[in-house]
């Protein structure tokens, strides 16, 4: 399943928050928060009202919210953010139109999908070699996310009934 | 052949959906509605809890939630659907779970 990445298409609307696992295209609108823990590519007539937290994104059309991304935000010509973006590595075509405060080079905590436990361990040390090293080299990294092994999970829909004080 | 929304296995959706292209739901949608023009397909992986509306529904997952087609809903085996049907035509394949009401006037 996945020769096609995930997409919502040109006529669709999405109220609501996606949270994905796999790389996702929006060429549609979105009204919610995205999250991800892969990349996210908003297509060139696409429109994002919300938050996108991913590891990688790439704005080709129009986002109104803030970005945070793990690993790097890259605005193309024909995309327009208005909001903040936050991300390690940024990438600005000439063209590209942000409205916001921009932050790179700093460490932005990876998306966790679902019932998915993270695996972290410290970031390798740059090797020094001919390939100019990396100016803000990451101390950690989500090396992979698997899910959770079974646990009954947290049904927070049952909330704990608080005994009513009415006061007579 | 029209763009379609393709919902991965991987991704869920707490809201509504609405538009004209068809829908794949490989993952998950839950909290909301799914209105389009065209067909849904809720796959084996599918899981949707909440109505849908649209053309032709072809459901080999799992819906919890009332279906409403213009033309046609499908049940596949291995499907499972909790919720009423209204549709002028239904076809239940043997092996799949059924519970609710069924309404085929137009």
């Known amino acids: 399943m996945s020769e096609v990445s995930s997409i919502i298409s040109a006529g669709q609307r999405v109220v609501g928050n996606v949270s994905a696992a796999e790389d996702l295209v929006v060429v549609g609108r979105i009204e919610g928060r995205i999250q991800s823990e892969a990349s996210v590519t908003i297509e060139a007539q696409a429109v994002v009202e919300g938050d996108i937290h991913a590891r990688q994104v790439l704005v080709k059309g129009v986002v109104v919210g803030e970005i945070a991304a793990t690993d790097g935000i890259e605005i193309a010509p024909s995309g327009q953010v208005l909001g ?12 590209g139109r942000v409205a916001g405060l921009a932050q790179s080079g700093i460490e932005v905590p990876a998306f966790v999908y ?5 695996v972290r361990r410290a970031a390798p040390a740059p090797t020094f070699a001919a390939a100019p090293a990396d100016p803000w080299p990451r101390t950690e990294e989500v090396v992979e996310t698997t899910p959770r092994a079974s646990q009954p999970q947290h049904d927070h829909r049952k909330g704990k009934k608080e005994p009513s004080r009415e006061s007579t | 052949m029209a763009q379609e929304t393709i919902i991965g296995a991987q991704v869920t959706i707490e809201g509504d959906i609405s538009g004209t292209d068809a829908v794949q739901v490989h993952g998950t ?6 209105a389009v023009k065209e067909g849904v397909l809720v796959s084996a992986t599918g899981k949707v809890e909440g109505d849908v509306e649209s053309a032709a529904v072809e459901i080999a997952g799992h819906v919890q939630g009332n279906v409403a087609a213009s033309d046609k809903v499908e049940l596949k085996s291995g499907g499972k659907l909790f919720g009423d049907v209204k549709a002028p035509r239904i076809l239940i394949a043997d092996g799949a779970s059924f519970k609710g009401n069924i309404n085929m006037s137009a």
Do not use: Q
Request: aromatic share 0%; no cysteine.
């Open chain 1, 84 to 95: 903040d973006l936050k991300t390690r590595r940024l990438a600005l075509r000439a063209g």
């Open chain 1, 114 to 118: 679902g019932n998915r436990t993270a």
């Open chain 2, 29 to 34: 949608v839950r909290g909301g509605k799914i």
